[in-house]
């Protein structure tokens, strides 16, 4: 099995709603992705964001931690080929338009704080998002 490194973050608007994407036309997901060679966790954290959702003046307000799970497949059901270990950060920005630039993730929503968990597809997103929400 592979293992990887992976970097996102929680995103709040000035309206308290948290930014979600969608992955491949398959999976509802916070913005996140690999860490590229010569990045650290935060850095790749800002560029996936940018590149899932065209958010780029993003404030960071603190380290969430990490956790981990199997990667989402095609068919939106776990690959247990590849482990990855989610790196994910707190940021807060004044960003309200949305434009993904990354053709692999079509659509970004802002999203009610309590309605987020029931939009992410993968279990493990599910729960540390609710671990986390009383945080934001």
Same mark, same amino acid.
């Given at each position: 099995?592979?293992?990887?490194?992976?970097?996102?973050?929680? @995103? $709040?608007? *000035?309206?308290?709603?948290? !930014?979600? @994407?969608?992955?491949?036309? &398959?999976?509802?997901?916070?913005?996140?992705?690999?860490?590229?060679?010569?990045?650290? =966790?935060? &850095? =790749? =954290?800002?560029?996936? $964001?940018?590149?899932?959702?065209?958010?780029?003046?993003?404030? !960071?307000?603190?380290?969430?931690?990490?956790?981990?799970?199997?990667?989402?497949?095609?068919?939106?059901?776990?690959? *247990? &080929?590849?482990?990855? &270990?989610?790196?994910?950060?707190?940021?807060?920005?004044?960003?309200?338009?949305?434009?993904?630039?990354?053709?692999?993730?079509?659509? =970004?929503?802002?999203?009610?704080?309590?309605?987020?968990?029931?939009?992410?597809?993968?279990?493990?997103?599910?729960?540390?998002?609710?671990?986390?929400?009383?945080?934001?």
């Amino acid at each position: 099995m592979k293992q990887t490194q992976s970097a996102g973050g929680v @995103v $709040i608007n *000035p309206k308290g709603q948290v !930014l979600v @994407v969608n992955q491949n036309g &398959t999976s509802w997901s916070l913005p996140k992705g690999h860490i590229e060679e010569g990045e650290d =966790a935060l &850095t =790749a =954290a800002k560029r996936e $964001i940018y590149e899932e959702s065209g958010v780029g003046n993003l404030k !960071l307000v603190k380290d969430l931690g990490s956790y981990r799970r199997y990667k989402i497949g095609l068919n939106g059901h776990e690959d *247990p &080929t590849e482990l990855k &270990t989610i790196h994910m950060f707190l940021f807060r920005t004044d960003q309200e338009v949305l434009n993904p630039l990354d053709s692999e993730n079509p659509e =970004a929503r802002w999203v009610e704080k309590d309605k987020v968990a029931d939009l992410l597809t993968h279990p493990k997103d599910k729960e540390f998002f609710l671990r986390i929400k009383n945080e934001i």
